[in-house]
């Protein structure tokens, strides 16, 4: 199941474990149950402290696996095979449940074995999803230092049963003893907050209390990392608040035009990013959300959540997010058959016709994507031509299954109150109204910058939503500079975010010299 390098690495990782730990499968005659019995056998090949019971619970879901610490009597379980990007969730959950600590604030920790009641968390994920990993990790987190709390990482793809059951068309969505909890992307602080309020009001009594940074980056996407890099190496009192690092890069599946790295994927660079900006002496302040920015004595920044942050100079990188088709039935179906990553959602799709609607880069990608897995895909382009590059749109004509429709305007999105059923599209050369039965809709029509929180500010926003800046990053409003996707920055790319916020950053950094201490400029 494992090769031999993997095997040499797991070896040497797992010298940190220091306490037994049963793994506990649950297999039927299928393949994937022979898989996961056979990853099952090579992790505990690898350690001492790591032992195999097969059959362990006769009502457990087949194939799954339980890791469970022996002395902690703390259950982590994966139903299916967690391969792909779930990988990293099963070693992860194998350290933790052996003794090795999690690099997690003491008050959190504190906070989680606070908690006196039966929780029975249940996750379903895509293998391909590169979300999920981090809700599995985050749920994993809680339940490894509290053993009245459960976890469950369900292979959606696999208990396809389930998945229609609970009309589940949307990863990854999050259960908690037996009720919707979450959909989406969401980390540990939020999940606290959503468990116990008075987690949330010390979160923010505790930003409130930090005294006014140099540089206070807002967003986590690769322009904020960048900016937070070059702030940190001139010494300033740096910090990041954002809602995720790593921004939409973490949905990214393929990278390909990063200079000097020939190939990689979102979550693999986000994960890089992050590491180099906590190599340095850098706030990082996730799972928060900014609501407003004013300018007095300091930068003053509120957060949704209340508490309040000051600083001398600001780096705005909030970057931008999926933009919607906005017709009738898109905002009903949302996470019922509406979709915005093929890479997360599409397996949940297997053997059913799906529609994209855009005919760029994304939407041509995203039908070569989905096109492995469903029955069939209509491409729907308002424009005369497709606009993707010309060897995707090769590949995609080569493909039977893919069937693409331009000069067409879709109108609505169809559904019988649970779950999208059709489309309905305008065709622009003969003005004739059309409707395909789909399972699915993915979005792909280019990207809206994540500026509305600055509508009321004195920061200056042209016509599409973006940061008017210079040369410099500098924005309208004194000490407030911008980079990246939400700026008027031309070309939204991952390499020209990361030299915007580098330069917004720098441009910080003269602002503070020469505006806040002219002797030191002289």
């Known amino acids: 199941m494992l090769d031999a390098q993997i095997k040499s690495q797991l070896k ?21 149950s022979n898989e996961l019995n056979s990853l099952a056998h090579d992790l505990a090949a690898l350690s001492e402290h790591l032992s195999v019971v097969e059959n362990y619970d006769i009502n457990a879901r087949r194939p799954s696996m339980v890791v469970s610490s022996v002395e902690s009597k703390t259950q982590l379980s994966f139903a299916g095979v967690p391969m792909g990007h779930e990988f990293t969730s099963l070693i992860l959950a194998l350290l933790h449940s052996g003794g090795y600590a999690s690099k997690l604030e003491r008050d959190k920790v504190e906070g989680i074995k606070s908690i006196d009641k039966n929780l029975n968390f ?17 749920l994993n987190t809680l339940a490894v230092n509290n053993p009245k709390i459960t ?44 468990l116990d309020q008075n987690s949330a009001q010390k979160e923010a009594e505790k930003l409130s209390s930090k005294a006014p940074f140099d540089v206070l980056v807002i967003g986590g996407g690769p322009a904020g990392a960048s900016a937070a890099v070059y702030a940190a190496r001139k010494g300033l009192n740096t ?39 906590k190599q340095y002496d850098v706030d990082v302040m996730t799972s928060n959300k900014v609501a407003r920015i004013k300018r007095n004595d300091y930068l003053d920044i509120e957060l949704e959540s209340g508490a309040k942050l000051k600083a001398k100079s600001v780096v705005i990188s909030t970057g931008a997010r999926w933009r919607n088709v906005n017709v009738p039935g898109e905002q009903e179906y949302k996470g019922r058959g509406v979709a915005y990553c093929p890479h997360c959602d599409g ?19 995203a039908a070569i994507d989905l096109a492995n897995i469903v029955e069939h895909v209509t491409v729907l382009e308002f424009a005369n031509e497709l606009k993707a590059d010309q060897v995707l749109i090769n590949k995609a004509k080569s493909i039977p299954n893919i069937e693409i429709r331009t000069h067409v305007q879709t109108t609505e999105i169809l559904g019988d109150t649970n779950k999208v059923t059709g489309l309905q599209y305008l065709d622009r ?9 789909i399972a ?47 700026t008027t920055t031309p070309f939204k790319q991952i390499v020209i975010a990361m030299g915007s916020g580098a330069t917004a950053s720098l441009g910080a950094f003269e602002y503070l010299i020469r505006e ?7």
Request: aromatic share 6%; with cysteine; proline share 4%.
């Open 12 to 32: 040497e990782h797992f010298k940190n474990i220091n306490s037994p730990v049963e793994l506990r499968v649950a297999l039927d005659s299928s393949d994937k």
């Open 429 to 437: 050369d003969s003005g004739e109204a059309h409707s395909i039965a």
């Open 516 to 522: 806040l201490d002219p002797a030191a400029a002289a």
């Open 440 to 486: 699915g809709v993915f979005v792909q029509i280019g990207l809206v910058p994540n500026s509305e929180w600055l509508q009321d500010s004195d920061i200056e926003i042209n016509q599409f939503g973006e940061i008017e800046i210079d040369n410099k990053g500098s924005t309208s409003m004194r000490g407030v500079f911008a980079a990246g996707d939400v």
């Open 347 to 365: 397996p949940l799709f297997k053997g059913k016709p799906v529609a994209v609607i855009g005919g760029g880069n994304s939407g041509i990608e």
């Open 151 to 194: 976890t469950t990482m369900i292979d959606g793809a696999l208990f396809q049963q389930e998945v229609e059951e609970r009309n589940i068309m949307a990863v990854p969505s999050v259960y908690l003893n037996g009720q919707l909890f979450s959909q989406g992307a969401i980390g540990l602080s939020d999940i606290l907050k959503k």
């Open 122 to 138: 249940e996750v379903y994920i895509s293998l391909s999803c590169q979300t999920c990993p981090q809700v599995v990790q985050a």
């Open 239 to 277: 910090g990041v608040v954002a809602q995720r690092f790593g921004g939409q890069v973490a949905d990214t599946m393929s990278i390909e035009n990063f200079i000097s790295v020939k190939e990689t994927e979102g979550p693999k660079l986000v994960a890089q990013l992050e590491q180099h900006v």
